[in-house]
């Protein structure tokens, strides 16, 4: 137990029946709950209403994974018990009600970005790099989550308020009724909408490239400058000088907010559910194109042309649509190959169990 932290019961931090339920599900009636706060290198700060503790994995869990996905993320609820005060080991993961995800690296590794997230906030700003493609992104990637996005316009202080106006058209036409949030967190303008549009017990991720304002936006609501490297004041040097990727904080009114700091670019994964609910006016007209495989970038009989043609449809949005989707296949492919691997793992996984088995280790 952690005494020099501020008591938050389970229910404001986000657990609720749906939890509940899985926790029964998994029989893990001896372990308490607990939910994941900042992910460091092979170690998590979880906490829950008796206080925050340094958590690891067992290893028995390491050991049945196969891939990051079955690791905790920050926002999961999992299964401890308490070691020692402040210190804790993860049994389980319970059942995520939503996985905002997205590719990385080289080799289209898929990374959680956060889960159990309610509403996703995707923040751009106006202003030099000023990019719709790029929010584009972000809301394909909330959307293929579950996740509902509202759109944040930052650093309105930079622009007219006729260029806001312009802004903010340009986005209802192409974004169609995502609610739209225009702030400064140099000024405080929307400050107070935005406040508004977050409940207690309820969680929030800031998408959106490093830049934009997200951690100057957080530290607005929090009321104070948080600073990100913070030490984890658990009485010991780990994870002290370590970057951590996500990290959650506790509003005032109860709301619950991730920043997700370094995040330069965003990569699709196999969002095709995500961007097709995006580009609804597109689906519609694909489903009346002459070909039902029709790829709409020359076939003959293609309503989706058609209607870039005739200007009902937005250019923007169109070779965005396209660019997404090459994305989205590229990424199913290098999927496949990574399933077959994940297969090569679980083999070898088959096959050293089996050869503890034979050397005396019965609880293999
Ligand atoms: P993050 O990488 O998305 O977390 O962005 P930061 O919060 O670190 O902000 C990046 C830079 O933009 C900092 O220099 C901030 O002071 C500045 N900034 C953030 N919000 C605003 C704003 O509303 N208006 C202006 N003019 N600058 C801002
Ligand atoms: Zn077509």
């Known amino acids: 137990m952690n005494s020099k932290i501020e008591k938050i019961k389970n229910e404001d931090l ?24 900042v992910e460091y290198k092979g170690a998590y700060k979880v906490r829950n209403e008796n206080g925050e503790y340094l958590a690891k994995v067992t290893g028995k869990q390491m050991f049945e ?33 939503t996985m905002i ?67 903010i058209a340009e986005l209802k036409k192409r974004f169609g009724d995502t609610e739209i949030i225009a702030t400064s967190a140099k000024n405080s303008e929307g400050l107070k909408e935005l406040k508004a549009r977050i409940s207690k017990g309820k969680t929030y991720c ?23 490297t913070e030490d984890i004041s658990l009485g010991t ?9 996500r990290e959650m904080y506790f509003l005032k009114n109860g709301g619950i907010v991730i920043d997700n700091p370094g995040m330069r670019g965003v990569g699709m994964t196999n969002t095709s559910v995500g961007i097709n609910n995006l580009f609804d006016q597109i689906t519609a007209l694909s489903k009346k194109c002459k070909f ?26 169109y070779l965005n649509y396209i660019n997404l989707k090459k994305e989205a296949e590229h990424y199913e492919l290098t999927n496949l190959e990574k399933r077959k691997k994940d297969r090569e793992f679980g083999k070898f996984i088959k096959k050293a169990k089996k050869e503890l088995r034979e050397h005396g280790h019965k609880n293999y």
């Open 292 to 317: 039902s495989d029709c790829a709409h970038i020359s076939e003959p009989g293609c309503k989706v042309l058609s209607a870039l043609k005739s200007g009902e449809l937005d250019k923007g949005k």
């Open 101 to 167: 995800k997205r590719k990385h690296g080289k080799r289209d590794e898929t990374q959680i970005i956060a889960t159990n997230i309610n509403v996703a906030f995707v923040v751009e700003a106006v202003g030099r790099d000023y990019n719709l493609n790029r929010f584009e992104r972000y809301l394909a990637i909330a959307d293929d989550g579950g996740v509902k996005p509202v759109i944040i316009l930052n650093k309105t202080d930079l622009i007219s308020k006729e260029e806001l106006d312009l802004k």
């Open 237 to 245: 040097n780990r994870g002290k000088h370590t970057t951590t990727n």
């Open 65 to 97: 994974s196969s891939s990051r996905e079955d690791f905790p993320a920050v926002g999961d609820w999992v299964t401890i018990t308490e070691l020692e005060p402040e210190r804790a080991v993860i049994h389980g993961i319970l059942p995520r009600k």
């Open 14 to 37: 986000g657990y609720d029946a749906f939890f509940e339920s899985g926790r029964r599900e998994l029989e893990s009636n001896d372990f308490s709950v607990a939910r994941v706060a």
């Open 206 to 228: 800031f998408l959106g490239s490093s830049g934009v304002g997200k951690s100057s936006l957080i530290n607005e609501l929090l009321g104070e400058k948080v600073i990100k």
